[in-house]
T-cell receptor, first 114, second 113 residues
Framework: GAVVSQHPSRVICKSGTSVKIECRSLDFQATTMFWYRQFPKQSLMLMATSNEGSKATYEQGVEKDKFLINHASLTLSTLTVTSAHPEDSSFYIC??????????FGSGTRLTVV | GENVEQHPSTLSVQEGDSAVIKCTYSDSASNYFPWYKQELGKRPQLIIDIRSNVGEKKDQRIAVTLNKTAKHFSLHITETQPEDSAVYFCAASKDYGNNRLAFGKGNQVVVIP
């Protein structure tokens, strides 16, 4: 079946630094990548949608200059949290769709900003 | 955009009983309705889904029903077991993939042995 590999699984960074999260589709081409953020005991909130080779579309209230998304190839998308602050601490998870459809989730990244 | 409401927020059932979770959606253009089970710190796991041309779908102890007129769909778990304890999310999208997937707020199901 379709597999999306997400790294790192956990990361702790200092306030003010940047963190990059990668999602790779291992056995299919991800035409669309979705990035979600999930706070404890809450739902998955869509942050942005990206298509390969295009600029990402951000949801209302999500700062595009703070959460940089790159989808330069059909198998790799990255989310960079710039100038991270403690309130950015959350569970970040990607989801990829290919030409046959469906939504394949990565394993998630637990970000802690100290 | 699509707005998905999920009720109740918490559900406790005795082992062996049935559990039902209901969701409503707002966008009549939505055609794909998946249900996910999520354990703490892990990715959502697709347990069943339904598309708008079907009213009901069943997979062993799990079933989903869809009422497009009323814009609601429900998850039914029969003969609940302790391992069914988890958070369940409903979601809705315009199509199976490559479209914005909106999630409900989630439902904590607790199966009491």
């Amino acid at each position: 079946g379709a597999v999306v590999s997400q790294h790192p699984s956990r990361v702790i960074c200092k306030s003010g630094t940047s963190v990059k999260i990668e999602c790779r589709s291992l056995d299919f081409q991800a035409t669309t990548m979705f990035w979600y953020r999930q706070f404890p005991k809450q739902s998955l909130m869509l942050m942005a949608t990206s298509n390969e080779g295009s600029k990402a579309t951000y949801e209302q209230g999500v700062e595009k200059d703070k959460f940089l998304i790159n989808h330069a190839s059909l198998t790799l998308s990255t989310l960079t949290v710039t100038s991270a602050h403690p309130e950015d601490s959350s569970f970040y998870i990607c989801s990829a769709s290919g030409q046959v459809g469906g939504y394949t989730f990565g394993s998630g990244t637990r970000l802690t900003v100290v | 955009g699509e707005n998905v409401e999920q009720h109740p927020s918490t559900l406790s059932v005795q082992e062996g009983d049935s559990a039902v979770i209901k969701c409503t959606y707002s966008d009549s253009a939505s055609n794909y309705f998946p249900w996910y089970k999520q354990e703490l710190g892990k990715r959502p796991q697709l347990i069943i889904d339904i598309r708008s041309n079907v009213g009901e779908k069943k997979d062993q102890r799990i079933a989903v029903t869809l009422n497009k007129t009323a814009k609601h769909f429900s998850l039914h778990i029969t003969e609940t077991q302790p391992e069914d304890s988890a958070v369940y999310f409903c979601a809705a999208s315009k199509d199976y993939g490559n479209n914005r997937l909106a999630f409900g707020k989630g439902n904590q199901v607790v199966v009491i042995p």
